[in-house]
């Protein structure tokens, strides 16, 4: 079974202060996802990355960073916390280990919830 | 326009009822199809994908009309277990990325 973890299942933080989110998977996934979802919002991508240092922007970047060192762990980053970014933040892999069908399936790790004070 | 959409439910069914959930989506490129499911805070766990010819896995039944741009699940002799919020989930144009719906809340009464 894939296995995707998160560092920390609940975290309250103070505005300003820098937040680090850890996910890692052992499925050898290339593709790896940051998510952040918010009631009647739905899931929304802030960035992902397709191979180890490569990072691409989704749909709400701003405010995040990301960093891929190793193919099997990706980093979210919030370099000044604000409470607009109290949140649940889903991570997750894909990848052609599951074969050329399952290959977009992603996996999702159980979330942290964050709490910006 | 958003590009996945679903009806956001709740939907109140009795146990052993049929209930089906529609959602449609705008990109007429995408080419892979799924439902998840999500149960309350926790995390979405792929429920099947959805095929051209619809597929079945036990109770549950995805179809897809790509001509209406629109899939359903179709969810038969309801479970107590199956109250949870089902997310309807479309591939993006660009390869792995995937665009979620907001979800159809289910809620499943004895």
């Known amino acids: 079974d894939v296995k995707v973890t998160q560092s920390s299942r609940y975290l309250v933080k103070r505005t300003g202060e820098k937040v680090f989110l850890e996910c890692v998977q052992d499925?050898?996934?290339?593709?790896m996802f940051w998510y952040r979802q918010d009631p009647g919002l739905g899931l929304r991508l802030i960035y992902f990355s397709y191979d180890v240092k490569m990072k691409e922007k989704g749909d709400i970047p701003e405010g995040y960073s990301v960093s891929r060192e190793k193919k099997e762990r990706f980093s979210l980053i919030l370099e000044s916390a604000s409470t607009n970014q109290t949140s649940m933040y889903l991570c997750?892999?894909?990848?052609?280990?599951?074969?050329?069908?399952?290959?977009?399936?992603?996996?999702f790790g159980p979330g942290t919830r964050l709490l910006v004070l | 326009r958003k590009e996945v959409e679903q009806d956001p439910g709740p939907f109140n069914v009795p146990e052993g009822a049929t209930v089906a959930f529609n959602c449609t989506y705008s990109?007429?490129?995408?080419?892979?199809f799924f439902w998840y499911r999500q149960d309350c805070r926790k995390e979405p766990k792929l429920l099947m994908s959805?095929?051209?010819s619809g597929n079945e896995d036990g109770r549950f039944t995805a179809q897809l009309n790509r001509a209406s741009q629109y899939i359903s699940l179709l969810i038969r002799d309801s479970k107590l277990s199956d109250s949870a919020t089902y997310l309807c989930v479309v591939n993006k144009w660009a390869g792995n990325m995937l665009t979620f719906g907001g979800g159809t809340r289910l809620m499943v009464k004895p």
């Open positions: 499925m050898d996934h290339e593709n």
């Open positions: 997750a892999s894909s990848g052609i280990a599951g074969g050329p069908i399952q290959q977009e399936t992603q996996y």
């Open positions: 990109n007429s490129a995408s080419q892979s």
């Open positions: 959805v095929y051209s």
